[in-house]
C-alpha cells in the first residue's frame, strides 16, 4: 500500500473496514487485537473510524479465541476501549449492533458469572436508555444470560417463559426500532 502511487489502493474507511472483515474471518487467535490495529492505523493516518468499523472490530471480538486467557483479556480490553471512543464521540454513537456484539462478547469472554451479569446489566441499562433495544439485541443477552437473570433485567415474574414481544417494553427503550416488514402484523 504505502510504495504504490495508484489511487485505487488509497487508505480509506471503506478499505479499512474490509481488512477488520478479513480478520474477522480468519483463523487467528488475535483478530480483535489485530482488527484494534486497524482503527489505530486509521486515526494515524487522518481517517475517522465510523460505526461500521467498530461494530466489526467489536464482532473480531466476540469471534476471538475464548481457549487463553491473553485473547480474552485482550477482547474484553478491545471492547471496553471501542465503547469508550464511541461513547466519546458527538457525530456516533452505539447502536443496536453495538450492544449485541458487546453481549455476546461479556458473554464469551467473562468467566466470572457475578462479573458478566453486573456486565451484561450495564450494557442492558445504557441500551435501554439510548433507545436501542430491539429483538436482536434480546435474542444476544438471553444467549449470554442465565434463564432467571433475564427475566429479572426485564423485571419478568420468574415463573414466565423467555419470550418477549418488543411491543410489550417501555416504548423508551425501543424508540430507535424500526422493524422490517418481516417484523409487522
Given at each position: 500500500?504505502?510504495?504504490?502511487?495508484?489511487?485505487?489502493?488509497?487508505?480509506?474507511?471503506?478499505?479499512?473496514?474490509?481488512?477488520?472483515?478479513?480478520?474477522?474471518?480468519?483463523?487467528?487467535?488475535?483478530?480483535?487485537?489485530?482488527?484494534?490495529?486497524?482503527?489505530?492505523?486509521?486515526?494515524?493516518?487522518?481517517?475517522?473510524?465510523?460505526?461500521?468499523?467498530?461494530?466489526?472490530?467489536?464482532?473480531?471480538?466476540?469471534?476471538?479465541?475464548?481457549?487463553?486467557?491473553?485473547?480474552?483479556?485482550?477482547?474484553?480490553?478491545?471492547?471496553?476501549?471501542?465503547?469508550?471512543?464511541?461513547?466519546?464521540?458527538?457525530?456516533?454513537?452505539?447502536?443496536?449492533?453495538?450492544?449485541?456484539?458487546?453481549?455476546?462478547?461479556?458473554?464469551?469472554?467473562?468467566?466470572?458469572?457475578?462479573?458478566?451479569?453486573?456486565?451484561?446489566?450495564?450494557?442492558?441499562?445504557?441500551?435501554?436508555?439510548?433507545?436501542?433495544?430491539?429483538?436482536?439485541?434480546?435474542?444476544?443477552?438471553?444467549?449470554?444470560?442465565?434463564?432467571?437473570?433475564?427475566?429479572?433485567?426485564?423485571?419478568?415474574?420468574?415463573?414466565?417463559?423467555?419470550?418477549?414481544?418488543?411491543?410489550?417494553l417501555p416504548p423508551a427503550w425501543t424508540r430507535n426500532?424500526?422493524?422490517?416488514?418481516?417484523?409487522?402484523?
Amino acid at each position: 500500500y504505502e510504495s504504490t502511487k495508484d489511487e485505487s489502493m488509497a487508505l480509506s474507511t471503506h478499505v479499512c473496514n474490509a481488512l477488520i472483515l478479513v480478520y474477522i474471518n480468519s483463523n487467528i487467535p488475535n483478530k480483535a487485537e489485530k482488527a484494534f490495529d486497524v482503527i489505530k492505523l486509521m486515526k494515524d493516518t487522518g481517517l475517522k473510524p465510523d460505526i461500521v468499523s467498530y461494530n466489526s472490530v467489536l464482532t473480531a471480538c466476540w469471534r476471538t479465541s475464548d481457549f487463553e486467557e491473553e485473547y480474552r483479556k485482550q477482547a474484553l480490553d478491545i471492547s471496553t476501549q471501542i465503547l469508550g471512543e464511541m461513547k466519546g464521540r458527538n457525530d456516533l454513537k452505539p447502536d443496536t449492533f453495538t450492544y449485541k456484539s458487546l453481549v455476546k462478547v461479556s458473554g464469551k469472554m467473562i468467566q466470572d458469572l457475578s462479573e458478566k451479569k453486573e456486565t451484561i446489566k450495564a450494557l442492558f441499562k445504557h441500551c435501554c436508555d439510548d433507545g436501542e433495544v430491539t429483538p436482536m439485541f434480546l435474542g444476544s443477552v438471553k444467549s449470554a444470560s442465565p434463564p432467571d437473570f433475564f427475566r429479572e433485567l426485564l423485571g419478568k415474574d420468574g415463573n414466565q417463559n423467555n419470550y418477549v414481544d418488543i411491543k410489550d417494553l417501555p416504548p423508551a427503550w425501543t424508540r430507535n426500532f424500526r422493524p422490517s416488514q418481516r417484523f409487522k402484523r
